[in-house]
């Protein structure tokens, strides 16, 4: 079930700091209380192969979000001791030591279920018995949360898929230029580029000089 154009659960879990600090954040709270957006992104396990690299990745991108009034935060099923045992392993060892922001230790899948993100797939033999086949952890899950609160934007890769992002920047730009200037953008649309009024004659003027 989509859940762009409506407001994050409120939800409050439990979460880990880099320094070691154990934390309970709610989504929605941050949000609304300091008025920021939200990046949250879920992955699937700590200590895999892809994983890493996006934890990486958004670090490395640490400031552009700081730039947009917007925060980062990391979220899998682990336990937050098993999130702090890979923060503090080199990055050389396949580790996250580096990472500053929080990561979300949701180990009774209490949000994950409520997002729809969990693998958590059955198949049912001649019998009409039910197997369980899935893996029981997320998908890599992205969402961005506007100061309100309010979903503006979802997405879901499969395992093996990671994600870019610079389209998440782009996003957040697309997004603050909307509630600044009332316009649309279109496709491809990168900050400083044309964008267009809701109606029939700016997207013409917009096709035909485009």
Known sequence: MALVGKKFPNVTVDAISKSGENLRINILDEAINNQTKVLLFWYPKDFTFVCPTELHAFQAALEEFKKRNTIVIGASCDTNEVHFAWLNTPKNQGGI??????????????????LGIVDQDFEYDDEGNEAFTGSNVTYRATYLIDEEGKIFHESVNDMPLGRNVDEYLRLIDAYTHVQKYGEVCPA???????????????????????
Do not use: F
């Open 97 to 114: 030591e580096g990472v500053s922001y929080p990561l979300l230790a949701d180990t009774h899948r209490q949000l994950a279920n409520i």
């Open 188 to 210: 491809n649309w990168q900050e400083g580029k044309a964008a267009m009024h809701a109606d029939r004659s700016s997207t013409a003027a917009y096709l035909s000089n485009n």
